[in-house]
Protein backbone atom coordinates (compact mmCIF):
# COMPACT_ATOMS: atom_id res chain seq x y z
CA UNK A 1 0.00 0.00 0.00
CA UNK A 2 2.72 2.57 0.78
CA UNK A 3 4.36 2.34 -2.84
CA UNK A 4 0.95 3.27 -4.27
CA UNK A 5 0.26 5.94 -2.01
CA UNK A 6 3.87 7.26 -3.45
CA UNK A 7 2.90 6.78 -6.94
CA UNK A 8 -0.53 8.34 -6.42
CA UNK A 9 1.18 11.52 -4.53
CA UNK A 10 4.13 11.50 -7.08
CA UNK A 11 1.82 10.93 -9.90
CA UNK A 12 -1.16 14.31 -8.69
CA UNK A 13 1.84 16.66 -7.98
CA UNK A 14 3.68 15.61 -12.12
CA UNK A 15 0.00 16.47 -13.36
CA UNK A 16 -0.68 19.40 -11.06
CA UNK A 17 2.82 20.65 -12.56
CA UNK A 18 3.38 19.45 -16.02
CA UNK A 19 -0.32 18.61 -17.55
CA UNK A 20 -0.34 17.18 -20.85
CA UNK A 21 2.76 18.53 -22.84
CA UNK A 22 1.77 18.22 -26.66
CA UNK A 23 4.75 16.34 -27.85
CA UNK A 24 4.75 13.67 -25.13
CA UNK A 25 2.62 10.24 -26.25
CA UNK A 26 -0.40 10.14 -24.16
CA UNK A 27 -1.46 6.87 -23.49
CA UNK A 28 -5.63 8.07 -24.36
CA UNK A 29 -4.50 8.76 -27.91
CA UNK A 30 -3.99 5.10 -28.15
CA UNK A 31 -7.73 4.29 -26.54
CA UNK A 32 -9.34 6.69 -28.94
CA UNK A 33 -7.34 4.75 -31.83
CA UNK A 34 -8.83 1.72 -30.93
CA UNK A 35 -12.14 2.61 -30.42
CA UNK A 36 -11.45 4.37 -33.66
CA UNK A 37 -10.38 1.08 -35.30
CA UNK A 38 -13.52 -0.82 -33.45
CA UNK A 39 -15.99 1.40 -34.96
CA UNK A 40 -14.78 0.70 -38.65
CA UNK A 41 -14.76 -3.11 -37.92
CA UNK A 42 -17.97 -3.10 -36.06
CA UNK A 43 -19.97 -0.66 -38.48
CA UNK A 44 -17.89 0.78 -41.26
CA UNK A 45 -16.34 4.57 -41.70
CA UNK A 46 -18.06 7.54 -41.64
CA UNK A 47 -19.73 8.12 -44.32
CA UNK A 48 -18.86 4.87 -45.94
CA UNK A 49 -20.66 2.84 -49.62
CA UNK A 50 -22.42 0.65 -46.69
CA UNK A 51 -23.77 3.64 -44.68
CA UNK A 52 -24.75 5.23 -47.92
CA UNK A 53 -26.92 2.21 -48.99
CA UNK A 54 -28.56 2.04 -46.37
CA UNK A 55 -29.77 5.80 -46.25
CA UNK A 56 -30.52 5.40 -49.98
CA UNK A 57 -32.81 2.30 -49.28
CA UNK A 58 -34.39 4.55 -46.37
CA UNK A 59 -35.03 7.19 -49.16
CA UNK A 60 -35.96 4.93 -51.61
CA UNK A 61 -38.69 2.82 -49.50
CA UNK A 62 -40.61 6.54 -48.61
CA UNK A 63 -40.49 8.79 -51.87
CA UNK A 64 -41.88 7.49 -54.79
CA UNK A 65 -39.43 6.72 -58.42
CA UNK A 66 -40.67 10.31 -60.67
CA UNK A 67 -40.25 7.63 -63.70
CA UNK A 68 -43.30 5.72 -62.63
CA UNK A 69 -45.37 8.51 -61.27
CA UNK A 70 -44.64 10.34 -65.37
CA UNK A 71 -45.14 7.17 -66.68
CA UNK A 72 -48.42 6.54 -65.09
CA UNK A 73 -49.37 10.00 -66.24
CA UNK A 74 -48.60 9.55 -69.55
CA UNK A 75 -51.10 6.04 -69.13
CA UNK A 76 -54.14 8.07 -68.12
CA UNK A 77 -53.68 10.79 -70.47
CA UNK A 78 -53.33 8.17 -73.20
CA UNK A 79 -56.98 6.08 -71.47
CA UNK A 80 -58.62 9.48 -70.95
CA UNK A 81 -58.09 10.37 -74.51
CA UNK A 82 -59.34 6.83 -76.27
CA UNK A 83 -62.42 7.60 -73.43
CA UNK A 84 -63.20 10.28 -74.91
CA UNK A 85 -63.24 9.62 -78.23
CA UNK A 86 -65.37 6.49 -77.47
CA UNK A 87 -67.70 8.99 -75.72
CA UNK A 88 -68.02 11.04 -78.82
CA UNK A 89 -68.82 8.97 -81.07
CA UNK A 90 -71.91 6.95 -78.85
CA UNK A 91 -73.01 10.41 -78.48
CA UNK A 92 -75.21 9.30 -75.83
CA UNK A 93 -75.60 11.04 -72.20
CA UNK A 94 -76.07 7.72 -70.28
CA UNK A 95 -72.65 6.25 -72.01
CA UNK A 96 -70.57 9.40 -70.94
CA UNK A 97 -72.23 8.91 -67.15
CA UNK A 98 -71.25 5.52 -67.44
CA UNK A 99 -67.69 6.06 -68.56
CA UNK A 100 -66.91 8.42 -66.25
CA UNK A 101 -68.56 6.40 -63.39
CA UNK A 102 -65.98 3.53 -64.00
CA UNK A 103 -62.91 6.05 -65.13
CA UNK A 104 -63.70 6.91 -61.30
CA UNK A 105 -63.94 3.77 -59.48
CA UNK A 106 -60.79 2.18 -62.19
CA UNK A 107 -59.16 5.44 -60.64
CA UNK A 108 -59.70 4.74 -56.76
CA UNK A 109 -58.76 0.98 -57.57
CA UNK A 110 -55.42 1.87 -58.97
CA UNK A 111 -54.85 4.77 -55.58
CA UNK A 112 -55.82 1.91 -53.16
CA UNK A 113 -53.06 -0.40 -55.01
CA UNK A 114 -49.98 2.27 -54.54
CA UNK A 115 -51.59 3.35 -50.90
CA UNK A 116 -50.98 -0.62 -50.21
CA UNK A 117 -47.57 -1.38 -52.43
CA UNK A 118 -46.17 1.98 -50.23
CA UNK A 119 -47.26 0.24 -47.04
CA UNK A 120 -46.04 -2.59 -47.68
CA UNK A 121 -42.52 -0.95 -48.74
CA UNK A 122 -42.66 0.79 -45.55
CA UNK A 123 -43.59 -1.72 -43.47
CA UNK A 124 -40.29 -3.59 -45.20
CA UNK A 125 -38.23 -0.83 -44.90
CA UNK A 126 -38.94 -0.23 -40.80
CA UNK A 127 -38.71 -4.15 -40.24
CA UNK A 128 -35.03 -3.62 -41.83
CA UNK A 129 -34.52 -0.49 -39.77
CA UNK A 130 -35.66 -2.36 -36.57
CA UNK A 131 -33.06 -5.20 -37.19
CA UNK A 132 -30.07 -2.89 -37.97
CA UNK A 133 -30.52 -0.82 -34.83
CA UNK A 134 -30.49 -3.71 -32.67
CA UNK A 135 -27.92 -4.82 -34.79
CA UNK A 136 -25.77 -1.73 -33.83
CA UNK A 137 -27.07 -1.81 -30.50
CA UNK A 138 -24.89 -4.95 -29.94
CA UNK A 139 -21.53 -3.86 -31.47
CA UNK A 140 -21.99 -1.35 -29.42
CA UNK A 141 -22.07 -3.45 -26.31
CA UNK A 142 -19.02 -5.42 -28.02
CA UNK A 143 -16.93 -2.47 -27.84
CA UNK A 144 -18.11 -1.29 -24.42
CA UNK A 145 -16.60 -4.38 -23.45
CA UNK A 146 -13.35 -4.85 -25.74
CA UNK A 147 -11.80 -1.05 -24.74
CA UNK A 148 -12.13 -1.15 -21.33
CA UNK A 149 -10.61 -4.91 -20.63
CA UNK A 150 -7.82 -3.98 -23.18
CA UNK A 151 -6.87 -0.94 -21.27
CA UNK A 152 -7.30 -2.74 -17.84
CA UNK A 153 -4.83 -5.71 -18.99
CA UNK A 154 -2.45 -3.29 -20.84
CA UNK A 155 -2.26 -1.27 -17.93
CA UNK A 156 -1.61 -4.46 -15.10
CA UNK A 157 0.83 -5.93 -17.56
CA UNK A 158 3.13 -3.08 -17.51
CA UNK A 159 2.74 -2.19 -13.82
CA UNK A 160 3.37 -6.46 -12.99
CA UNK A 161 6.79 -5.97 -15.18
CA UNK A 162 7.78 -2.90 -13.71
CA UNK A 163 6.96 -4.40 -9.55
CA UNK A 164 8.77 -7.78 -11.13
CA UNK A 165 12.18 -5.54 -12.25
CA UNK A 166 12.48 -3.34 -8.90
CA UNK A 167 9.57 -1.79 -6.71
CA UNK A 168 12.06 1.37 -7.56
CA UNK A 169 10.56 1.08 -11.03
CA UNK A 170 7.24 -0.32 -10.31
CA UNK A 171 6.70 3.16 -8.37
CA UNK A 172 8.01 5.19 -11.01
CA UNK A 173 6.08 3.48 -13.66
CA UNK A 174 2.63 3.95 -11.15
CA UNK A 175 3.46 7.12 -10.68
CA UNK A 176 3.69 8.14 -14.80
CA UNK A 177 0.58 6.50 -14.90
CA UNK A 178 -1.37 8.28 -12.46
CA UNK A 179 -0.04 11.57 -13.76
CA UNK A 180 -1.40 10.40 -17.54
CA UNK A 181 -4.94 9.76 -15.74
CA UNK A 182 -5.46 13.33 -14.28
CA UNK A 183 -5.97 16.39 -16.22
CA UNK A 184 -6.23 19.12 -13.78
CA UNK A 185 -3.46 21.54 -15.06
CA UNK A 186 -4.40 20.29 -19.09
CA UNK A 187 -8.10 21.68 -17.90
CA UNK A 188 -6.88 24.96 -16.48
CA UNK A 189 -4.55 25.48 -19.38
CA UNK A 190 -6.82 25.04 -21.83
CA UNK A 191 -9.88 27.73 -20.35
CA UNK A 192 -7.54 29.76 -19.86
CA UNK A 193 -6.91 30.08 -23.26
CA UNK A 194 -10.27 31.20 -24.01
CA UNK A 195 -9.88 33.99 -20.54
CA UNK A 196 -6.56 35.09 -22.44
CA UNK A 197 -8.37 35.38 -26.11
CA UNK A 198 -11.39 37.00 -24.27
CA UNK A 199 -9.00 39.72 -22.75
CA UNK A 200 -6.44 40.39 -25.22
CA UNK A 201 -7.72 39.09 -28.60
CA UNK A 202 -11.14 39.51 -29.35
CA UNK A 203 -14.48 37.55 -29.98
CA UNK A 204 -12.76 35.67 -32.89
CA UNK A 205 -10.06 34.18 -31.49
CA UNK A 206 -12.07 33.47 -27.93
CA UNK A 207 -14.52 31.30 -30.67
CA UNK A 208 -11.81 29.47 -31.44
CA UNK A 209 -10.16 28.71 -28.22
CA UNK A 210 -13.49 27.44 -26.78
CA UNK A 211 -14.41 25.35 -29.40
CA UNK A 212 -10.89 23.07 -28.81
CA UNK A 213 -12.41 21.93 -25.99
CA UNK A 214 -16.99 22.29 -26.40
CA UNK A 215 -18.82 20.27 -28.57
CA UNK A 216 -22.21 23.02 -29.27
CA UNK A 217 -21.66 25.29 -32.24
CA UNK A 218 -19.10 28.31 -30.99
CA UNK A 219 -19.80 30.31 -34.03
CA UNK A 220 -22.90 31.65 -32.84
CA UNK A 221 -21.34 32.60 -29.28
CA UNK A 222 -21.11 35.99 -28.14
CA UNK A 223 -18.56 37.01 -25.08
CA UNK A 224 -20.75 35.75 -22.53
CA UNK A 225 -21.63 32.67 -24.44
CA UNK A 226 -18.21 31.62 -24.85
CA UNK A 227 -17.14 32.53 -20.99
CA UNK A 228 -20.15 30.34 -20.09
CA UNK A 229 -19.15 27.45 -22.45
CA UNK A 230 -15.91 27.75 -20.94
CA UNK A 231 -16.88 27.52 -16.99
CA UNK A 232 -19.61 25.00 -18.08
CA UNK A 233 -16.26 22.42 -19.64
CA UNK A 234 -14.21 23.37 -16.20
CA UNK A 235 -17.22 23.01 -13.65
CA UNK A 236 -17.87 19.42 -15.57
CA UNK A 237 -14.85 18.09 -15.71
CA UNK A 238 -13.88 18.97 -12.21
CA UNK A 239 -15.31 15.58 -12.02
CA UNK A 240 -14.86 13.50 -15.54
CA UNK A 241 -10.98 14.80 -15.49
CA UNK A 242 -10.26 14.79 -11.75
CA UNK A 243 -12.05 13.35 -9.14
CA UNK A 244 -13.57 10.90 -10.99
CA UNK A 245 -10.10 8.77 -12.16
CA UNK A 246 -8.66 9.75 -9.23
CA UNK A 247 -11.03 7.92 -7.14
CA UNK A 248 -10.94 5.13 -9.49
CA UNK A 249 -6.77 5.43 -9.17
CA UNK A 250 -7.00 5.36 -5.57
CA UNK A 251 -9.08 2.43 -5.66
CA UNK A 252 -7.41 0.26 -7.93
CA UNK A 253 -4.34 1.28 -8.67
CA UNK A 254 -3.90 2.78 -13.26
CA UNK A 255 -5.42 0.15 -13.95
CA UNK A 256 -9.31 1.00 -12.40
CA UNK A 257 -8.21 4.67 -13.49
CA UNK A 258 -6.85 3.43 -17.10
CA UNK A 259 -10.94 1.67 -17.27
CA UNK A 260 -12.36 4.93 -16.47
CA UNK A 261 -10.67 6.86 -18.65
CA UNK A 262 -11.77 4.02 -21.54
CA UNK A 263 -15.47 4.34 -20.76
CA UNK A 264 -15.08 8.16 -20.89
CA UNK A 265 -13.20 8.22 -23.82
CA UNK A 266 -15.82 6.05 -25.53
CA UNK A 267 -18.76 8.59 -24.38
CA UNK A 268 -16.50 11.20 -25.98
CA UNK A 269 -16.34 9.54 -28.85
CA UNK A 270 -19.91 7.50 -29.81
CA UNK A 271 -22.16 8.70 -27.12
CA UNK A 272 -23.97 10.96 -29.72
CA UNK A 273 -27.89 10.98 -30.07
CA UNK A 274 -27.52 11.13 -34.06
CA UNK A 275 -28.56 8.73 -36.64
CA UNK A 276 -25.17 6.60 -36.89
CA UNK A 277 -24.22 6.58 -32.41
CA UNK A 278 -28.04 6.52 -31.43
CA UNK A 279 -27.93 2.54 -30.67
CA UNK A 280 -24.14 1.86 -31.57
CA UNK A 281 -23.44 4.65 -28.73
CA UNK A 282 -25.89 3.48 -26.13
CA UNK A 283 -24.09 0.98 -23.86
CA UNK A 284 -20.90 3.52 -23.84
CA UNK A 285 -23.15 6.54 -22.70
CA UNK A 286 -24.93 4.58 -20.01
CA UNK A 287 -21.64 2.67 -18.62
CA UNK A 288 -20.22 6.55 -18.79
CA UNK A 289 -23.76 7.44 -16.44
CA UNK A 290 -22.56 4.43 -14.21
CA UNK A 291 -19.30 5.18 -13.96
CA UNK A 292 -19.63 8.55 -13.21
CA UNK A 293 -22.89 8.51 -11.02
CA UNK A 294 -20.85 8.18 -7.54
CA UNK A 295 -17.52 10.23 -8.59
CA UNK A 296 -20.05 13.48 -9.97
CA UNK A 297 -21.69 13.75 -6.38
CA UNK A 298 -18.62 13.21 -3.79
CA UNK A 299 -17.14 15.93 -6.22
CA UNK A 300 -20.22 18.04 -5.89
CA UNK A 301 -19.50 18.10 -2.31
CA UNK A 302 -15.67 18.39 -2.19
CA UNK A 303 -16.08 21.45 -4.02
CA UNK A 304 -19.78 22.96 -2.03
CA UNK A 305 -16.64 22.30 1.14
CA UNK A 306 -14.03 24.08 -1.08
CA UNK A 307 -16.11 27.15 -1.93
CA UNK A 308 -16.69 28.07 1.44
CA UNK A 309 -12.96 27.61 2.08
CA UNK A 310 -11.92 29.53 -0.83
CA UNK A 311 -12.49 33.03 -0.11
CA UNK A 312 -14.63 35.74 -0.44
CA UNK A 313 -14.88 34.78 -4.55
CA UNK A 314 -17.22 32.24 -3.22
CA UNK A 315 -20.16 31.79 -1.79
CA UNK A 316 -20.64 28.24 0.00
CA UNK A 317 -23.96 28.46 1.36
CA UNK A 318 -25.43 29.50 -1.80
CA UNK A 319 -23.37 26.69 -3.48
CA UNK A 320 -25.05 24.16 -1.21
CA UNK A 321 -28.23 25.63 -2.19
CA UNK A 322 -28.38 26.15 -5.91
CA UNK A 323 -26.85 22.29 -5.79
CA UNK A 324 -29.96 21.27 -4.06
CA UNK A 325 -31.92 22.73 -6.00
CA UNK A 326 -30.88 22.45 -9.64
CA UNK A 327 -28.55 19.34 -9.63
CA UNK A 328 -31.15 17.11 -11.90
CA UNK A 329 -31.60 19.96 -14.48
CA UNK A 330 -29.66 18.20 -17.22
CA UNK A 331 -30.03 15.46 -19.46
CA UNK A 332 -27.29 13.44 -18.19
CA UNK A 333 -27.30 12.50 -14.94
CA UNK A 334 -24.52 13.68 -13.51
CA UNK A 335 -23.38 16.69 -15.46
CA UNK A 336 -25.49 19.31 -13.39
CA UNK A 337 -23.90 18.10 -10.05
CA UNK A 338 -20.97 19.74 -10.18
CA UNK A 339 -22.20 22.82 -13.00
CA UNK A 340 -25.17 23.41 -10.32
CA UNK A 341 -22.68 24.00 -7.41
CA UNK A 342 -20.35 26.52 -9.22
CA UNK A 343 -23.52 28.66 -10.88
CA UNK A 344 -24.16 29.05 -6.86
CA UNK A 345 -20.90 29.63 -5.81
CA UNK A 346 -19.86 32.41 -8.21
CA UNK A 347 -23.57 33.67 -8.29
CA UNK A 348 -23.94 33.25 -11.67
CA UNK A 349 -26.46 31.44 -14.60
CA UNK A 350 -25.07 28.55 -16.35
CA UNK A 351 -26.66 26.17 -19.18
CA UNK A 352 -29.53 27.23 -21.21
CA UNK A 353 -30.24 26.72 -24.66
CA UNK A 354 -27.46 25.33 -27.04
CA UNK A 355 -26.47 24.64 -30.45
CA UNK A 356 -25.12 21.74 -31.74
CA UNK A 357 -24.29 20.64 -35.56
CA UNK A 358 -26.88 23.83 -36.27
CA UNK A 359 -29.68 22.39 -34.03
CA UNK A 360 -30.87 24.08 -30.90
CA UNK A 361 -31.20 22.16 -28.38
CA UNK A 362 -33.73 23.26 -25.24
CA UNK A 363 -32.09 23.32 -21.77
CA UNK A 364 -33.13 24.14 -18.40
CA UNK A 365 -31.13 27.09 -16.83
CA UNK A 366 -28.83 25.96 -13.71
CA UNK A 367 -28.26 28.85 -11.15
CA UNK A 368 -29.64 32.06 -10.50
CA UNK A 369 -28.00 35.66 -12.40
CA UNK A 370 -27.17 37.22 -9.55
CA UNK A 371 -24.90 39.10 -11.40
CA UNK A 372 -24.17 38.44 -15.06
CA UNK A 373 -21.02 36.08 -16.19
CA UNK A 374 -17.84 37.68 -17.20
CA UNK A 375 -14.45 36.30 -18.21
CA UNK A 376 -12.80 36.55 -14.73
CA UNK A 377 -15.30 33.32 -13.67
CA UNK A 378 -13.09 31.12 -15.92
CA UNK A 379 -9.96 32.11 -13.54
CA UNK A 380 -11.98 31.64 -10.60
CA UNK A 381 -13.95 28.22 -11.67
CA UNK A 382 -10.51 27.37 -12.10
CA UNK A 383 -9.06 28.48 -8.97
CA UNK A 384 -12.16 26.33 -7.53
CA UNK A 385 -11.23 23.23 -9.76
CA UNK A 386 -7.75 23.10 -8.05
CA UNK A 387 -9.48 23.64 -4.60
CA UNK A 388 -11.53 20.08 -5.07
CA UNK A 389 -8.44 18.09 -6.83
CA UNK A 390 -6.15 18.83 -3.96
CA UNK A 391 -9.54 18.02 -1.18
CA UNK A 392 -10.15 15.17 -3.49
CA UNK A 393 -6.10 14.04 -3.57
CA UNK A 394 -5.91 14.43 0.64
CA UNK A 395 -9.63 12.66 1.10
CA UNK A 396 -7.84 9.59 -1.19
CA UNK A 397 -4.45 9.46 0.94
CA UNK A 398 -6.47 9.90 4.12
CA UNK A 399 -8.72 6.56 2.35
CA UNK A 400 -5.89 4.22 1.32
CA UNK A 401 -3.59 5.37 4.89
CA UNK A 402 -6.88 4.51 7.11
CA UNK A 403 -7.02 0.89 4.57
CA UNK A 404 -2.97 0.29 5.13
CA UNK A 405 -3.66 0.44 8.50
CA UNK A 406 -5.99 -2.50 9.07
Same mark, same amino acid.
Given at each position: ?238 ? $? ?25 ? $? ?139
Amino acid at each position: MKYHMIAFFAGFCLDMLFGDPYWLPHPIRLIGSLISSLERMLIGAKGSRKEEKNLHRVEEAVVEKPGRKEEGREEQKTEQTRKERQKTEQGTEQTATEQTATEQTVKEEQKAKQTIKKEQRMGRQEERRSKENSEKFRKGIMLAVIVPVMSALMSAVILLIAYKLHPIWGVMIEAIMTYQILAAKCLKVESMKVYKSLKEEGLAAARKAVSMIVGRDTQVLDETGVAKAAIETVAENTS $DGVIAPMLYTALGGPMFGFVYKAINTM $DSMVGYKNDRYLYFGRAAAKLDDAANYLPARICAFLMIGCAFIGGKEFDGRRAFRIYKRDNRKHASPNSAQTEAVCAGALGIQLAGDASYFGKVVKKPYIGDPVRAVEFEDIRRVNKLMYLTAWAGELLCLLAMWGVGTL
